[in-house]
């Protein structure tokens, strides 16, 4: 079954060059959430991704609004993870399966600032780039993740449209929905190409990415997803 048929959120086909992404298919064992620290269009992204010459870029991309784009056909695939990044700070032996990580897998990407940095003096809040920000759209972690005490919320519609995309996935590729609660850090599960959902978090060192946080919806959202054994 393709992922769309089971879904009642928009979902659109983006133009997106054929010559940005690989077309050779291989086993999907794997799900990964991203978030894009971008501001509050998906066209920043893909212009961004149309501009790099070395095929970076997710299938997928969740909007605030909820509207799930398709890049390019999750049969396919582009470099999204940077396992064999010089400064990765996981096991030489996980760092050599470098880009199978990008081909067994299909990326999406949430629109979301990620990180933001709150003034105590000027009482606001700013994105990584410098942008300020509502303070409804700030969420304090008392744990801090990845070094970082505030993140933006992911809005509850974009949170319905992942999980719909989430369960269409795994119903087209077999890959199973369970939550452990180790997806949001550096997880041997998800580096030994166990099958599942993970985060950018669960292949890369705090050094390198931060996203996606554990945010409270999406993990309530996570844990109720149906489960297979
Ligand atoms: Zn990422």
Request: proline share 4%.
């Amino acid at each position: 079954m393709i992922y769309r048929q089971t879904l009642t959120v928009p979902v659109e086909r983006v133009d997106f060059p054929s010559t940005q992404y690989r077309h050779e298919t291989y086993e999907k064992k794997q799900i990964v959430l991203h978030y894009t620290a971008s501001g509050a269009e998906v066209y920043g992204d893909l212009h961004h991704w149309r501009k790099t010459a070395s095929r970076i870029a997710t299938a997928f991309i969740v909007d605030r609004n909820g509207v799930i784009h398709e890049v390019f056909e999750p049969t396919k695939w582009a470099y999204h993870l940077g396992v064999g990044l010089r400064d990765n700070k996981v096991l030489l032996k996980y760092k050599q399966n470098g880009s199978l990580y990008d081909q067994h897998s299909i990326g999406i990407e949430i629109d979301n600032y990620g990180y933001l940095k709150y003034d105590k003096k000027k009482k606001i809040f700013t994105t990584a780039y410098g942008n300020q920000i509502d303070r409804d759209l700030a969420q304090h972690y008392l744990v801090k993740h990845r070094g970082h005490e505030w993140y933006e919320v992911f809005p509850v519609i974009q949170v319905e449209g992942v999980k719909q995309l989430l369960i269409g996935l795994s119903n087209q590729f077999s890959i199973p929905l369970n939550y452990y609660g180790d997806e949001f850090d550096v997880c041997t599960r998800a580096l030994e190409f166990e099958k599942g959902v993970f985060t950018h978090n669960s292949y890369v060192s705090a050094n390198l990415r931060t996203d996606i946080p554990p945010d409270p919806r999406i993990v309530e959202m996570w844990m109720n997803l149906p489960k297979s054994a």
